[in-house]
């Protein structure tokens, strides 16, 4: 089944276009995530064998404790299930399976994909994959207008294409910046870091930017001195000793993560 063309309505009353992501790249991604599990099960086994035995040659003939082969088999679920969980919570809704396909989970609102349904739908794998062979999760992925599987449709989740951006004309405030010699890697913020900044913060630097090439340069400095000690706490770096110029650089670079993040094509 071919990839359907998504409109969803943010909160913010921004309409956004995505493809869903149909069975076939799913299952691509999902097989490249099951060789790099298989390969990890793989080691553990032999770990487990060289901790008993020193040595990989006695494979077959390993007395193993029954604790021990109960023990290696929980860990590998916990493994097989952590994997995809933080993979989509703390990757931007991608498995390293799903970032070679070129998908990823999103919520149904076009947000980044939560905690706690990341936790839903990972947990719900386990009636997906009945009888055998992810049947029940195939089925429901090609017969559903939107390819859900049954953890998507509890937790709120859906799995589009990544978007490709558009070049578009630059903005004075991104010429200024160019000019400036700034780039988004002057601030390194993981996906958890990000995810600290909502909403009310992407509309405070949204409009700091807006208003930093119309203000004067006492009123900006004023200006950035305020914002910058608004969003210190979250950057997790103290402001009073940075100048100025050094907090007008900080703040625009994070208008440029957050506008990555908030700011969606229409």
Known sequence: MNAEQLD????????????????????????????????????????????ING???DFFSADMPSYLIAGAIILIFIIRWAY?????????GSTLGKKMVGIRVIQENGHSITLLSSLLRNLLRIIDS???NYLVGMLMIFFHSKHKRLGDLVAGTIVVHERRKKKMKLTPIEKEIQKR???????????????????????????????????SVDDRILLTRQV????????????EDKGYEELENLLLVLYLLLKDEWEFEL
Do not use: C, H
């Open 8 to 51: 969803i309505k943010t909160p913010e009353y921004v309409s956004l276009q995505f493809q869903s992501a149909g069975l076939g790249s799913r299952a691509a991604a999902f097989i490249i995530d099951q060789i790099i599990l298989l390969i990890v099960n793989i080691l553990i086994i032999i770990g487990l064998l060289f901790m």
């Open 55 to 57: 040595t990989f040659m």
């Open 84 to 92: 995809f969980f933080a993979f989509e919570y703390f990757s931007g």
């Open 130 to 132: 009945l009888p055998m």
């Open 181 to 215: 010699g700034l780039s988004r890697e002057n601030l390194v913020l993981n996906d958890y870091d990000l995810r600290r900044f909502n909403e009310k913060d992407w509309k405070l630097m949204k409009t700091y930017s807006n208003r930093f090439l119309q203000l």
């Open 228 to 239: 910058a000690e608004i969003v210190s706490p979250k950057l997790g770096m103290p402001v």
